[in-house]
């Protein structure tokens, strides 16, 4: 048998050196591409049916370009409606506000409480930590919120998600386990205070956690509805974009609007899917343009990560 497995092996490895390649690689090259095929056409489609004219969409099928040239009368219609544009500056507002006070806010407490030996550091974490199991429901929070103003205020979408707890538990890990304590240390001969040290010498070397940590709370600010539901709910100029995209795709008095609109401008009574399609693309497109700009600081912490070991 094992004579037998070292033939199948050598015979492997001959294919491989006379071809460069054999068929467990063909294999496994086929299922990537074909897999990435999978995961990349919806969102392929997507943006090619928000650009195709309306004659060549409303005939449907297999669509990989448009035939008969790009038109972004789709998103002309979306731009041209006030609640399009003002709920766009809401959320791009609200994402920016929201990410740098809860980075703010969750990596200096996280460093803190990081520091074991200070007194009253250990029952801060505990209690930090509780709240992750035990809240106090939808009815208390919101006569909380009321008792604050916060109610039918725009701060309500923001002030609240100002500390995270699973976050703060990724950059407590970090600041306690990650960054070489001797740095610390040094800094501290030198004549730098806490807030010294970890504005100048830690902040500066958690810029990749920082970076994976803030586009994961970017993410979840932009995509944010449920704060606007419960919280304000009647006041349309304090609608966040995903508010719209839910209301587009589900809600039809929404769409007709959109539509009516769109004629009052002239053009043609666009389809409703072509404008679902075009506003989807928009709701993608702020954190798609994001990213490569983050993507350098995920580079540079597994390169790190990877040295380390």
Known sequence: MKRFRGSVGS???????????????????????????????????????????????????????????????????????????????????????????????????????????????????VLAVVTMFFTGGLIPTYILYMDLNLIRSYWVMVLPYGFNITYFIIMRNYFSYSVPKELEDAARIDGCNDISVFFRILLPLSKPMLAAVGLFLAVSFWNDYYSYMMYIANKPTLQPFAWVLRRVLTDSSMMAQVRTGAMDMGAQLPPPMALRMATIICAMLPIMCVYPFLQKHFAKGILIGAVKE
Not at 103 to 114: E, F, G, K, N
Request: proline letters at 3%.
């Open 11 to 125: 015979g492997r490895w001959d294919m491989r050196q006379h071809l460069g390649f054999n068929f467990y690689d063909v294999f496994v090259l086929l299922f990537c591409v074909i897999f990435a095929f999978i995961c990349f056409y919806p969102m392929w489609y997507v943006f090619v049916a928000s650009i195709t004219p309306y004659e060549e969409f409303v005939q449907g099928g297999l669509m990989l370009w448009p035939s008969s040239g790009v038109d972004f009368q789709y998103y002309r219609t979306i731009f041209n409606n006030s609640s399009f544009v003002s709920s766009l500056w809401i959320s791009a507002s609200k994402t920016v506000i929201g990410t740098l006070l809860s980075l703010t806010v969750t990596s200096t407490m996280a460093y803190a409480v990081s520091k074991v030996y200070v007194p009253g550091m250990k029952a801060l974490n």
